[in-house]
Nanobody, 128 residues
Framework: QVQVAESGGGSVETGGSLRLSCLHSGYPYLLFCTGWFRQAPGTEREGIATMANTGGHAHYSDSVKDRFAIAHDDAKRTLYLQMESLKPEDSGMYYC?????????????????????WGQGAQVTVSS
């Protein structure tokens, strides 16, 4: 059984920083894609960062590029999202996701359907 759980959300002021963690277990394959998505009330879920579980190239949305950093520690089975220079528009529920990875293909996809397992979400609130 695959389990995925985010932690580290909270409230910060504009310009502040937060780090989200996502502990996962039970994924049945050695290679997989990881991703962070977020959703504000009344909006669609937005992909913001993805990478392979083994590291290397990371893919970011324009809205978070140069401010957020995704990382994965395979040994600890933990995915991270370091968020800097936070803005009020970064507020929302943040979700960690895992999905299949095809050998020879990148994890550069923000399509939610590409990810199979999701956490329950962590709330991030940025006040102005």
């Amino acid at each position: 059984q695959v389990q995925v759980a985010e932690s580290g959300g909270g409230s910060v002021e504009t310009g502040g920083s937060l780090r989200l963690s996502c502990l996962h277990s039970g994924y049945p394959y050695l290679l997989f894609c990881t991703g962070w998505f977020r959703q504000a009330p009344g909006t669609e879920r937005e992909g913001i960062a993805t990478m392979a579980n083994t590291g290397g190239h990371a893919h970011y949305s324009d809205s978070v590029k140069d401010r957020f950093a995704i990382a994965h520690d395979d040994a600890k089975r933990t995915l991270y999202l370091q968020m800097e220079s936070l803005k009020p528009e970064d507020s929302g529920m943040y979700y960690c996701a895992l999905g299949p990875r095809t050998l020879g293909k990148s994890c550069d996809s923000f399509e939610p359907d590409q990810f199979t397992f999701w956490g329950q979400g962590a709330q991030v609130t940025v006040s102005s």
